[in-house]
């Protein structure tokens, strides 16, 4: 044997160890990789809904303020990608357009027929393309009207003929849905909210807590004094365009979980309106009430179709809903000016009798 040379059982141990080590490192980086997939965000499949309902508004033609020029296109275009990507039943999907959407219409929508027809496991969401007023108030602050097909320009008359955004707190608290979700296209201050919410990665990682929570937020395209910007090359306002944007392609969901929450997609609308609008509008996302869960819309590129978040299909049979709530809405309509009528009546009889009471003091006459 040659000095310094390796005994031959010694050379085998080596090339062995040589041969595990090698296998175990090997085994070490699959073990490695492996651990970076299970770190990835899983998609969301949990159930969210027991069934989801939506008013979609818009009013181009108004009888007196100065009309617009997109705002049904940008309702009905927001119908279509609630039925066909979201899950959204077409008969639950009510639309009241230019004429259709007087202020008598959408209260008794929003606070007489969706009270009767929601149920506490329901979703509902508001799109509303308009005007939007606003007025100060004498103790400070403001006060913001959403401005219907017949509403008065006499602001003596404002009250009467629009719908102050106090009004939409108290038709949330009528109605029993657990989520409900405002987009308001419309430019105005004083939401009567509670406070600014947002959107944090933290807050993103718990989407089936935030589900079960209940919710009323609010999306608003702009504050007061800033335009609605439409655009011929567009077909919409820049608030709406974004909106359908983020949700059809799916950019608004930041942490590719498969569900675009109500925060997310007022994230993703607040970081590119004010860019394409060149700063004229700033769109704001607030609580309405206290509660802090999140509207869900879920993607249909998640482990299972859209359709699934409801736990009834959108496809199925059955009686026409929209039909339906048509005709309660029209129900409703005539008891409303039934009873004005009545109230006429009244006061018309009340009037009379006034006069007859006077006539026959002035026919008395005075004490010697």
């Given at each position: 044997m040659k000095t310094g040379a390796?005994?031959?059982?010694?050379?085998?141990?080596?090339?062995?160890?040589?041969?595990?080590?090698?296998?175990?490192?090997?085994?070490?980086?699959?073990?490695?990789?492996?651990?970076?997939?299970?770190?990835?965000?899983a998609v969301f499949t949990g159930h969210v809904y027991d069934d989801l309902w939506a008013v979609v508004i818009?009013?181009?033609?108004?009888?007196?303020?100065?009309?617009?020029?997109?705002?049904v296109n940008d309702a009905r275009a927001v119908k279509d990608l609630l039925i066909r990507k979201f899950g959204f039943r077409r008969d639950h999907v009510i639309e009241l357009l230019d004429a259709e959407a007087t202020l008598v219409n959408i209260r008794t929508m929003l606070g007489g027929v969706l009270p009767q027809k929601t149920k506490k496991g329901d979703g509902l969401f508001v799109f509303f393309a308009g005007h939007g007023e606003t007025v100060d108030l004498p103790d400070g602050g403001n006060l913001g009207?959403?401005?219907?097909?017949?509403?008065?320009?006499?602001?003596?008359?404002?009250?009467?003929?629009l719908l102050p955004m106090t009004q939409i707190r108290e038709i949330c608290s009528l109605i029993s849905a657990k989520h409900i979700f405002f987009a308001v296209d419309a430019c105005y201050s004083g939401l009567a909210a509670v406070s600014e919410r947002g959107m944090s990665d933290q807050t993103r990682q718990y989407i089936g807590k935030l589900a079960a929570l209940k919710c009323r937020v609010i999306l608003t395209a702009g504050g007061r004094g800033e335009p609605v910007i439409e655009n011929d090359e567009w077909g919409h306002s820049?608030?709406?365009l974004k909106f359908l944007e983020g949700l059809e392609s799916g950019a608004a969901d930041?942490?590719?979980?498969?569900?675009?929450?109500?925060g997310e997609i007022a994230t993703y609308i607040k970081t590119r309106v004010p860019k394409l609008s060149e700063n004229r509008q700033t769109p704001q996302f607030k609580n309405l009430t206290n509660d802090e869960g999140e509207f869900v819309f879920?993607?249909?590129?998640?482990?299972?179709?859209?359709?699934?978040?409801?736990?009834?299909?959108?496809?199925?049979?059955?009686p026409d809903d929209a039909e339906a709530l048509k005709r309660e809405l029209e129900r409703l309509?005539?008891?409303?000016?039934?009873?004005?009528?009545?109230?006429?009546?009244?006061?018309?009889?009340?009037?009379?009798?006034?006069?007859?009471?006077?006539?026959?003091?002035?026919a008395i006459p005075p004490p010697p």
């Open positions: 390796f005994p031959a059982p010694f050379v085998l141990f080596l090339v062995f160890s040589l041969l595990v080590g090698g296998a175990a490192g090997q085994e070490r980086s699959k073990q490695r990789g492996i651990k970076v997939k299970t770190a990835e965000r818009g009013i181009n033609d108004y009888e007196h303020w100065e009309d617009l020029s997109y705002a009207y959403l401005v219907p097909f017949d509403g008065s320009t006499d602001r003596n008359e404002y009250f009467a003929t820049a608030f709406t930041f942490d590719g979980d498969g569900v675009i929450t109500s879920l993607l249909p590129t998640s482990t299972r179709p859209a359709e699934d978040v409801v736990s009834r299909d959108a496809s199925e049979g059955g309509k005539q008891e409303n000016e039934k009873l004005k009528q009545q109230s006429k009546d009244t006061e018309t009889k009340h009037e009379t009798e006034k006069k007859k009471e006077s006539r026959r003091n002035d």
